[in-house]
């Protein structure tokens, strides 16, 4: 079946320093999706980066890249140069892309980040 | 602007009292869904829709019901709410094709 694990909790950062999300993923497909959403206290649900299984390049989005390592199906998320802004609750998530098209979501990791 | 769009934001509501949440996507994507976030138990999916006339029902389907007549406008339809309903709802949408999801604002609903 399907998994995605988020190791992580919570995690505290120093503002300025970069922050590595962790996200472990089980899957036999061979064509999927990965993403990350970020949910600050506001309650909305941002999109910030997507990496394909077919993807030969990590995606980067700004300070966001995507460290997607498929043979140990991991596919972190890292933030650079962290701001007070970033404090937020991070998902992974994953998408079938050849059969029914649904996403399966970890846990989230609340990252606060201190000034 | 390509959005996806909830109504109500907030709702506060009685057990048994039938309430419509609307969805509505203006970028004409095939997919639609329904999740509920409750703290600890992260994104559930309610029910998904990959084209019109075409629902079909996610992980925690019970209680709820879905219709998809026009591809724009998903409604989530909780005909006789419960307290165990209260939750932050969200609809999203997506090209299939494209994958990624997008949310709209979310619907904070409290059933006393």
């Known amino acids: 079946a399907q998994k995605i694990t988020q190791t992580q909790p919570g995690m505290f950062v120093q503002e300025k320093e970069a922050v590595t999300l962790d996200c472990t993923y089980d899957?036999?497909?061979?064509?999927?999706?990965l993403f990350w959403y970020k949910q600050p206290s506001s309650g909305e649900m941002i999109f910030l980066i997507y990496?394909?299984?077919?993807d030969q390049q990590n995606a980067t989005e700004g300070r966001y890249s995507l460290n997607f390592q498929k043979a140990r199906k991991s596919a972190n998320l890292v933030i650079s140069a962290s701001q007070l802004g970033d404090s937020a609750m991070y998902f992974c998530?994953?998408?079938?892309?050849?059969?029914?098209?649904?996403?399966?979501w970890g846990a989230g990791t609340k990252l606060i980040i201190k000034p | 602007e390509a959005q996806v769009t909830q109504n109500p934001r907030y709702l506060i509501t009685v057990t048994g009292k039938k309430l419509t949440v609307t969805c509505s996507q203006n970028?004409?994507?095939?997919?639609m869904s329904w999740y509920r976030q409750d703290p600890g138990l992260g994104l559930r999916q309610i029910y998904y829709?990959?084209?019109?006339?075409?629902?079909d029902k996610g992980d925690v389907p019970e209680g709820y019901k879905v219709s998809r007549k026009e591809k724009r406008n998903f409604p989530l339809i909780l005909e006789s709410p419960s307290p165990n309903q209260t939750s932050l709802y969200f609809c999203?949408?997506?090209?299939?094709?494209?994958?990624?999801?997008?949310f709209g604002p979310g619907t904070r609903l409290t059933v006393l």
């Open positions: 999203a949408s997506s090209s299939i094709v494209a994958g990624e999801l997008f």
């Open positions: 970028m004409n994507h095939e997919y």
């Open positions: 829709s990959m084209n019109v006339e075409v629902t």
């Open positions: 899957t036999s497909d061979p064509s999927y999706g």
């Open positions: 990496q394909g299984s077919y």
């Open positions: 998530a994953m998408r079938d892309l050849d059969s029914n098209y649904q996403l399966i």
